[in-house]
């Protein structure tokens, strides 16, 4: 009887093995594939916060620019048809949103070592931030100065 039980026991044993030999590794998401979605990803500026907590809405034209990480290391900034004008010439004027042809620039994205700090370099500026939240559809970089920072939040948007 025993034995009976045990050759039973043994073509079952070797069946859970192979179903649970053929179970896929699953991968872990990286920051890379967040912010790309293994092809490109579109985000948008949603706020800024300083150390302070204080939030600061920046103008429309600021807030419908699109930022497109690729995979390459590339990094398409949009601007939609808008630009922020700090009264410009000569800063005579307040500042304000004016409209323009629509303008992509160009720069290149890259992540450190430890996946944990973003850097955007586009002709206009660079950005060096440190990633405090990162998920599918937010992104959360704090720029430190010497005894403050600035917060900086962006969502995804599914425009192109």
């Known amino acids: ?8 026991l043994i073509p079952i044993g070797v069946l859970f093995s192979i179903i649970n030999s053929c179970e896929k590794d699953i991968e872990p998401i990286t920051n890379f594939d967040l912010l790309t979605n293994n ?51 000569n800063f005579i004027g307040p500042p304000s949103c004016k409209d323009t042809v629509d303008i992509v620039d160009t720069g290149t994205w890259t992540l450190n070592s430890k996946m944990d700090t973003l850097t955007v370099s586009t002709s206009k500026y660079v950005l060096i931030g ?21 917060q900086t939040e962006f969502y995804v948007t599914n425009s192109k």
């Not at 103008?59 to 949009?78: A, K, P, R, W």
């Not at 990633?131 to 992104?139: H, N, Q, R, Y």
């Not at 970089?141 to 010497?146: A, G, L, N, P, V």
Request: glycine content about 4%; proline content about 2%.
């Open 1 to 8: 009887m025993i034995r009976k039980l045990f050759y039973l």
């Open 39 to 89: 092809s490109s990803k579109i985000w948008c500026l949603s706020k800024i916060m300083n150390s302070d907590s204080m939030i600061i809405y920046p103008e429309s034209c600021i807030l419908d620019d699109q930022h497109t990480f690729q995979i390459n290391g590339v990094c398409l900034i949009d601007n939609m048809g808008t630009i922020y004008s700090a009264g410009f010439p």
């Open 130 to 150: 440190k990633i405090v939240k990162l998920t599918s559809d937010s992104l959360i970089i704090r720029r430190t100065y010497s005894n403050s920072y600035v």
